[in-house]
């Protein structure tokens, strides 16, 4: 019933919102068409215009200027956990403000015609980037964002671009790899057992790299139950573990999926110990071009492993998160 509150009392202020507009200036109104109007008048980014208002930022969307907006698909947040637009309104405003900021580059961006490229980056009104991908594949040329897939390209507005897409992002606050780590708790004991290994300053710099990251229980099935015991381990034998867990250049999950031939379901990455390891892909059968996830599996592993979670980026690279070892 507070759901059902939420959402009448959502539809009641965007409603009044679109009589205000015609109230203010009805003339400017039919003139202007802003990333604003364009979303308010698209049934299926219902979930985007009720965070945009409740954050403020439908009015910097309103205004004169040359922006694209990543617009996260009514399903994207339904896949990220809102079960309604009332769910969006529920959050707090601040948070809907760092996330809609980092939905919003700072200049026109059109995909159509654009190069073919990975990882190019482009800077958001929250600071720091997201990165695009562009490549072809068969037939199909297919473009990502943070490794979410593009849905509707270059939709135009009075004040800049729209990009529909079916992820919503999570905002990049890590300047890099180390920092994103840190943040994590899940990730506390690969974090020490880096530092212990001599690893971790690498991840503080400018290279790019994507890490594997073991999460504390993955560590202590490793026979790390706590920090002290990482403490006292050979920091030796902690590097050609973790080695293995890391290797050069930024990749997404979908990133390996557009690396790779049509037809092809798996790629062989080359790890920071000079070994690889291989990374199966996921799609939907009989359907052209579709990708669903990874799995990953090293040399020693009996079986393909299912990442935890995929796609935590940082200024420097991206993790995924790994619930067991990577066996060499």
């Known amino acids: 019933m507070k759901s059902m509150n939420y959402l009448y009392a959502i539809l009641v202020m965007l409603s009044l919102m679109n009589c205000s507009k015609d109230t203010v200036n009805p003339t400017e109104a039919i003139e202007k068409n802003t990333l604003n109007d364009v979303v308010r008048d698209n049934f299926g980014l219902t979930y985007l215009a009720t965070a945009l208002y409740k954050s403020g930022l439908n009015k910097v969307l309103m205004q004169d200027g040359s922006y694209t907006l990543l617009a996260p698909s009514d399903v994207a947040y339904k896949a990220a956990g809102y079960q309604n637009p009332a769910a969006v309104y529920a959050e ?37 980037k997201v990165y695009w991908s562009r490549v072809k594949r068969g037939q199909d040329t297919l473009t990502t964002i943070n490794g979410g897939r593009l849905l509707q390209a270059d939709t135009k507005a009075s004040n800049g671009m729209m990009q529909v897409l079916d ?22 004991l690969f974090y020490q057992a880096l530092k212990v290994s001599g690893l971790l300053e690498s991840l503080a710099g400018t290279t790019n790299y994507t890490l594997f990251a073991l999460n504390n229980v993955a560590i202590k ?32 999950a979908q990133d390996y999926f557009l690396l790779t031939p049509e037809g092809t379901t798996s ?25 669903t996830g990874i ?16 796609d935590v980026l940082a200024g420097n690279g991206v993790i995924h998160v790994m619930g067991q070892v990577l066996q060499q």
């Open 92 to 128: 707090p405003a601040s948070k809907l403000v760092e996330q809609g900021n980092y939905h919003i580059l700072k200049a026109p961006v059109l995909f159509t015609g654009k190069a073919l490229k990975m990882n190019q980056e482009e800077e958001t009104l929250l600071g720091t």
């Open 167 to 188: 992820r919503l992002l999570v905002p990049n606050v890590h300047s890099n790899l180390k920092q994103a780590l840190a943040a994590n708790v899940d990730l506390s």
């Open 221 to 252: 099935q490793m026979g790390y139950p706590d920090l002290e015991a990482i403490e006292k381990a050979d920091p030796a034998i902690l590097k050609k573990i973790l080695s293995y867990h890391i290797a050069k250049e930024r990749k997404f």
């Open 267 to 291: 790629y062989t990455e080359t790890m920071l110990n000079e070994k690889t390891l291989t990374i199966n892909l996921l799609g939907q059968y009989n359907v052209p071009n579709s990708f």
């Open 295 to 310: 799995t990953v599996k090293g040399t020693g592993n009996s079986g393909a492993l299912t990442p935890v979670r995929t």
